[in-house]
């Protein structure tokens, strides 16, 4: 068990920070920014035929790698470190976070009236060890007219949200069925994030 039974959180989303607040985890954020409190970006950019699979397994796994580096350059207490990522795919194709609102607009147009998955990958680190597990959702729109998509729009910051909606935002109103895990949906599976941290020697339960 790990001092005073804490991780590390990598990531600036406060939707991860309340779920895990919500199963009583103790957390420190672990923000990745240079000396000079710049972001770090990371690239997430998929390659050429990339299965969204192997995708959200490569970022997550990276995203784990580098929270832990700067874990180190900072001389910081050794804790777990987690991570996740979270994709909305639709016919094999990944839909990230919109570039714009044109771009948003494009999203919805595409998942009104049909279903599509929602996967989260979490990952949790100790130096090279790398725990990566899963959680895939599907979630089907009811048909959603071009008003109530220009409407969200203007109400809603939906820049850093995959696939341009929340599903514990005003979206909920457009979402008819539902399939998986609410909370992976929301960017934390909690079913699988607690496994991963008992498996890991943080106790939860």
Do not use: C
Request: hydrophobic share 40%; net charge neutral.
């Amino acid at each position: 068990m790990f001092l005073e039974n804490q991780i590390y959180l990598a990531s600036r989303s406060p939707r991860r920070r309340e779920l895990l607040r919500q199963v009583g985890v103790r957390f420190n954020l672990l923000m990745m920014r240079e000396t000079l409190g710049r972001t770090i970006d990371i690239d997430e950019q998929s390659f050429e035929n990339e299965a969204p699979t192997d995708y959200i397994y490569r970022i997550t796994q990276y995203k784990a790698n580098e929270s832990w580096k700067r874990l180190l350059q900072r001389r910081l207490p050794v804790l777990p470190v987690l991570v996740a990522d979270t994709i909305v795919t639709i016919d094999g194709t990944i839909l990230g976070k919109p570039r714009d609102k044109m771009h948003a607009t494009d999203m919805l147009k595409t998942l009104s009236g049909r279903s599509h998955q929602v996967l989260t990958a979490i990952g949790v680190g100790i130096g090279d060890n790398i725990q990566v597990k899963l959680s895939t959702s599907t979630v089907r729109f009811r048909e959603i007219t071009e008003r109530e998509i220009r409407r969200y729009l203007e109400n809603n910051n939906i820049l850093d949200k995959a696939g341009a909606y929340a599903i514990q935002g005003m979206a909920a109103a457009f979402i008819a069925e539902i399939s998986g895990s609410y909370s992976g949906i929301m960017g934390l599976p909690l079913y699988e994030t607690i496994q991963l941290l008992e498996e890991t020697g943080i106790q939860v339960v």
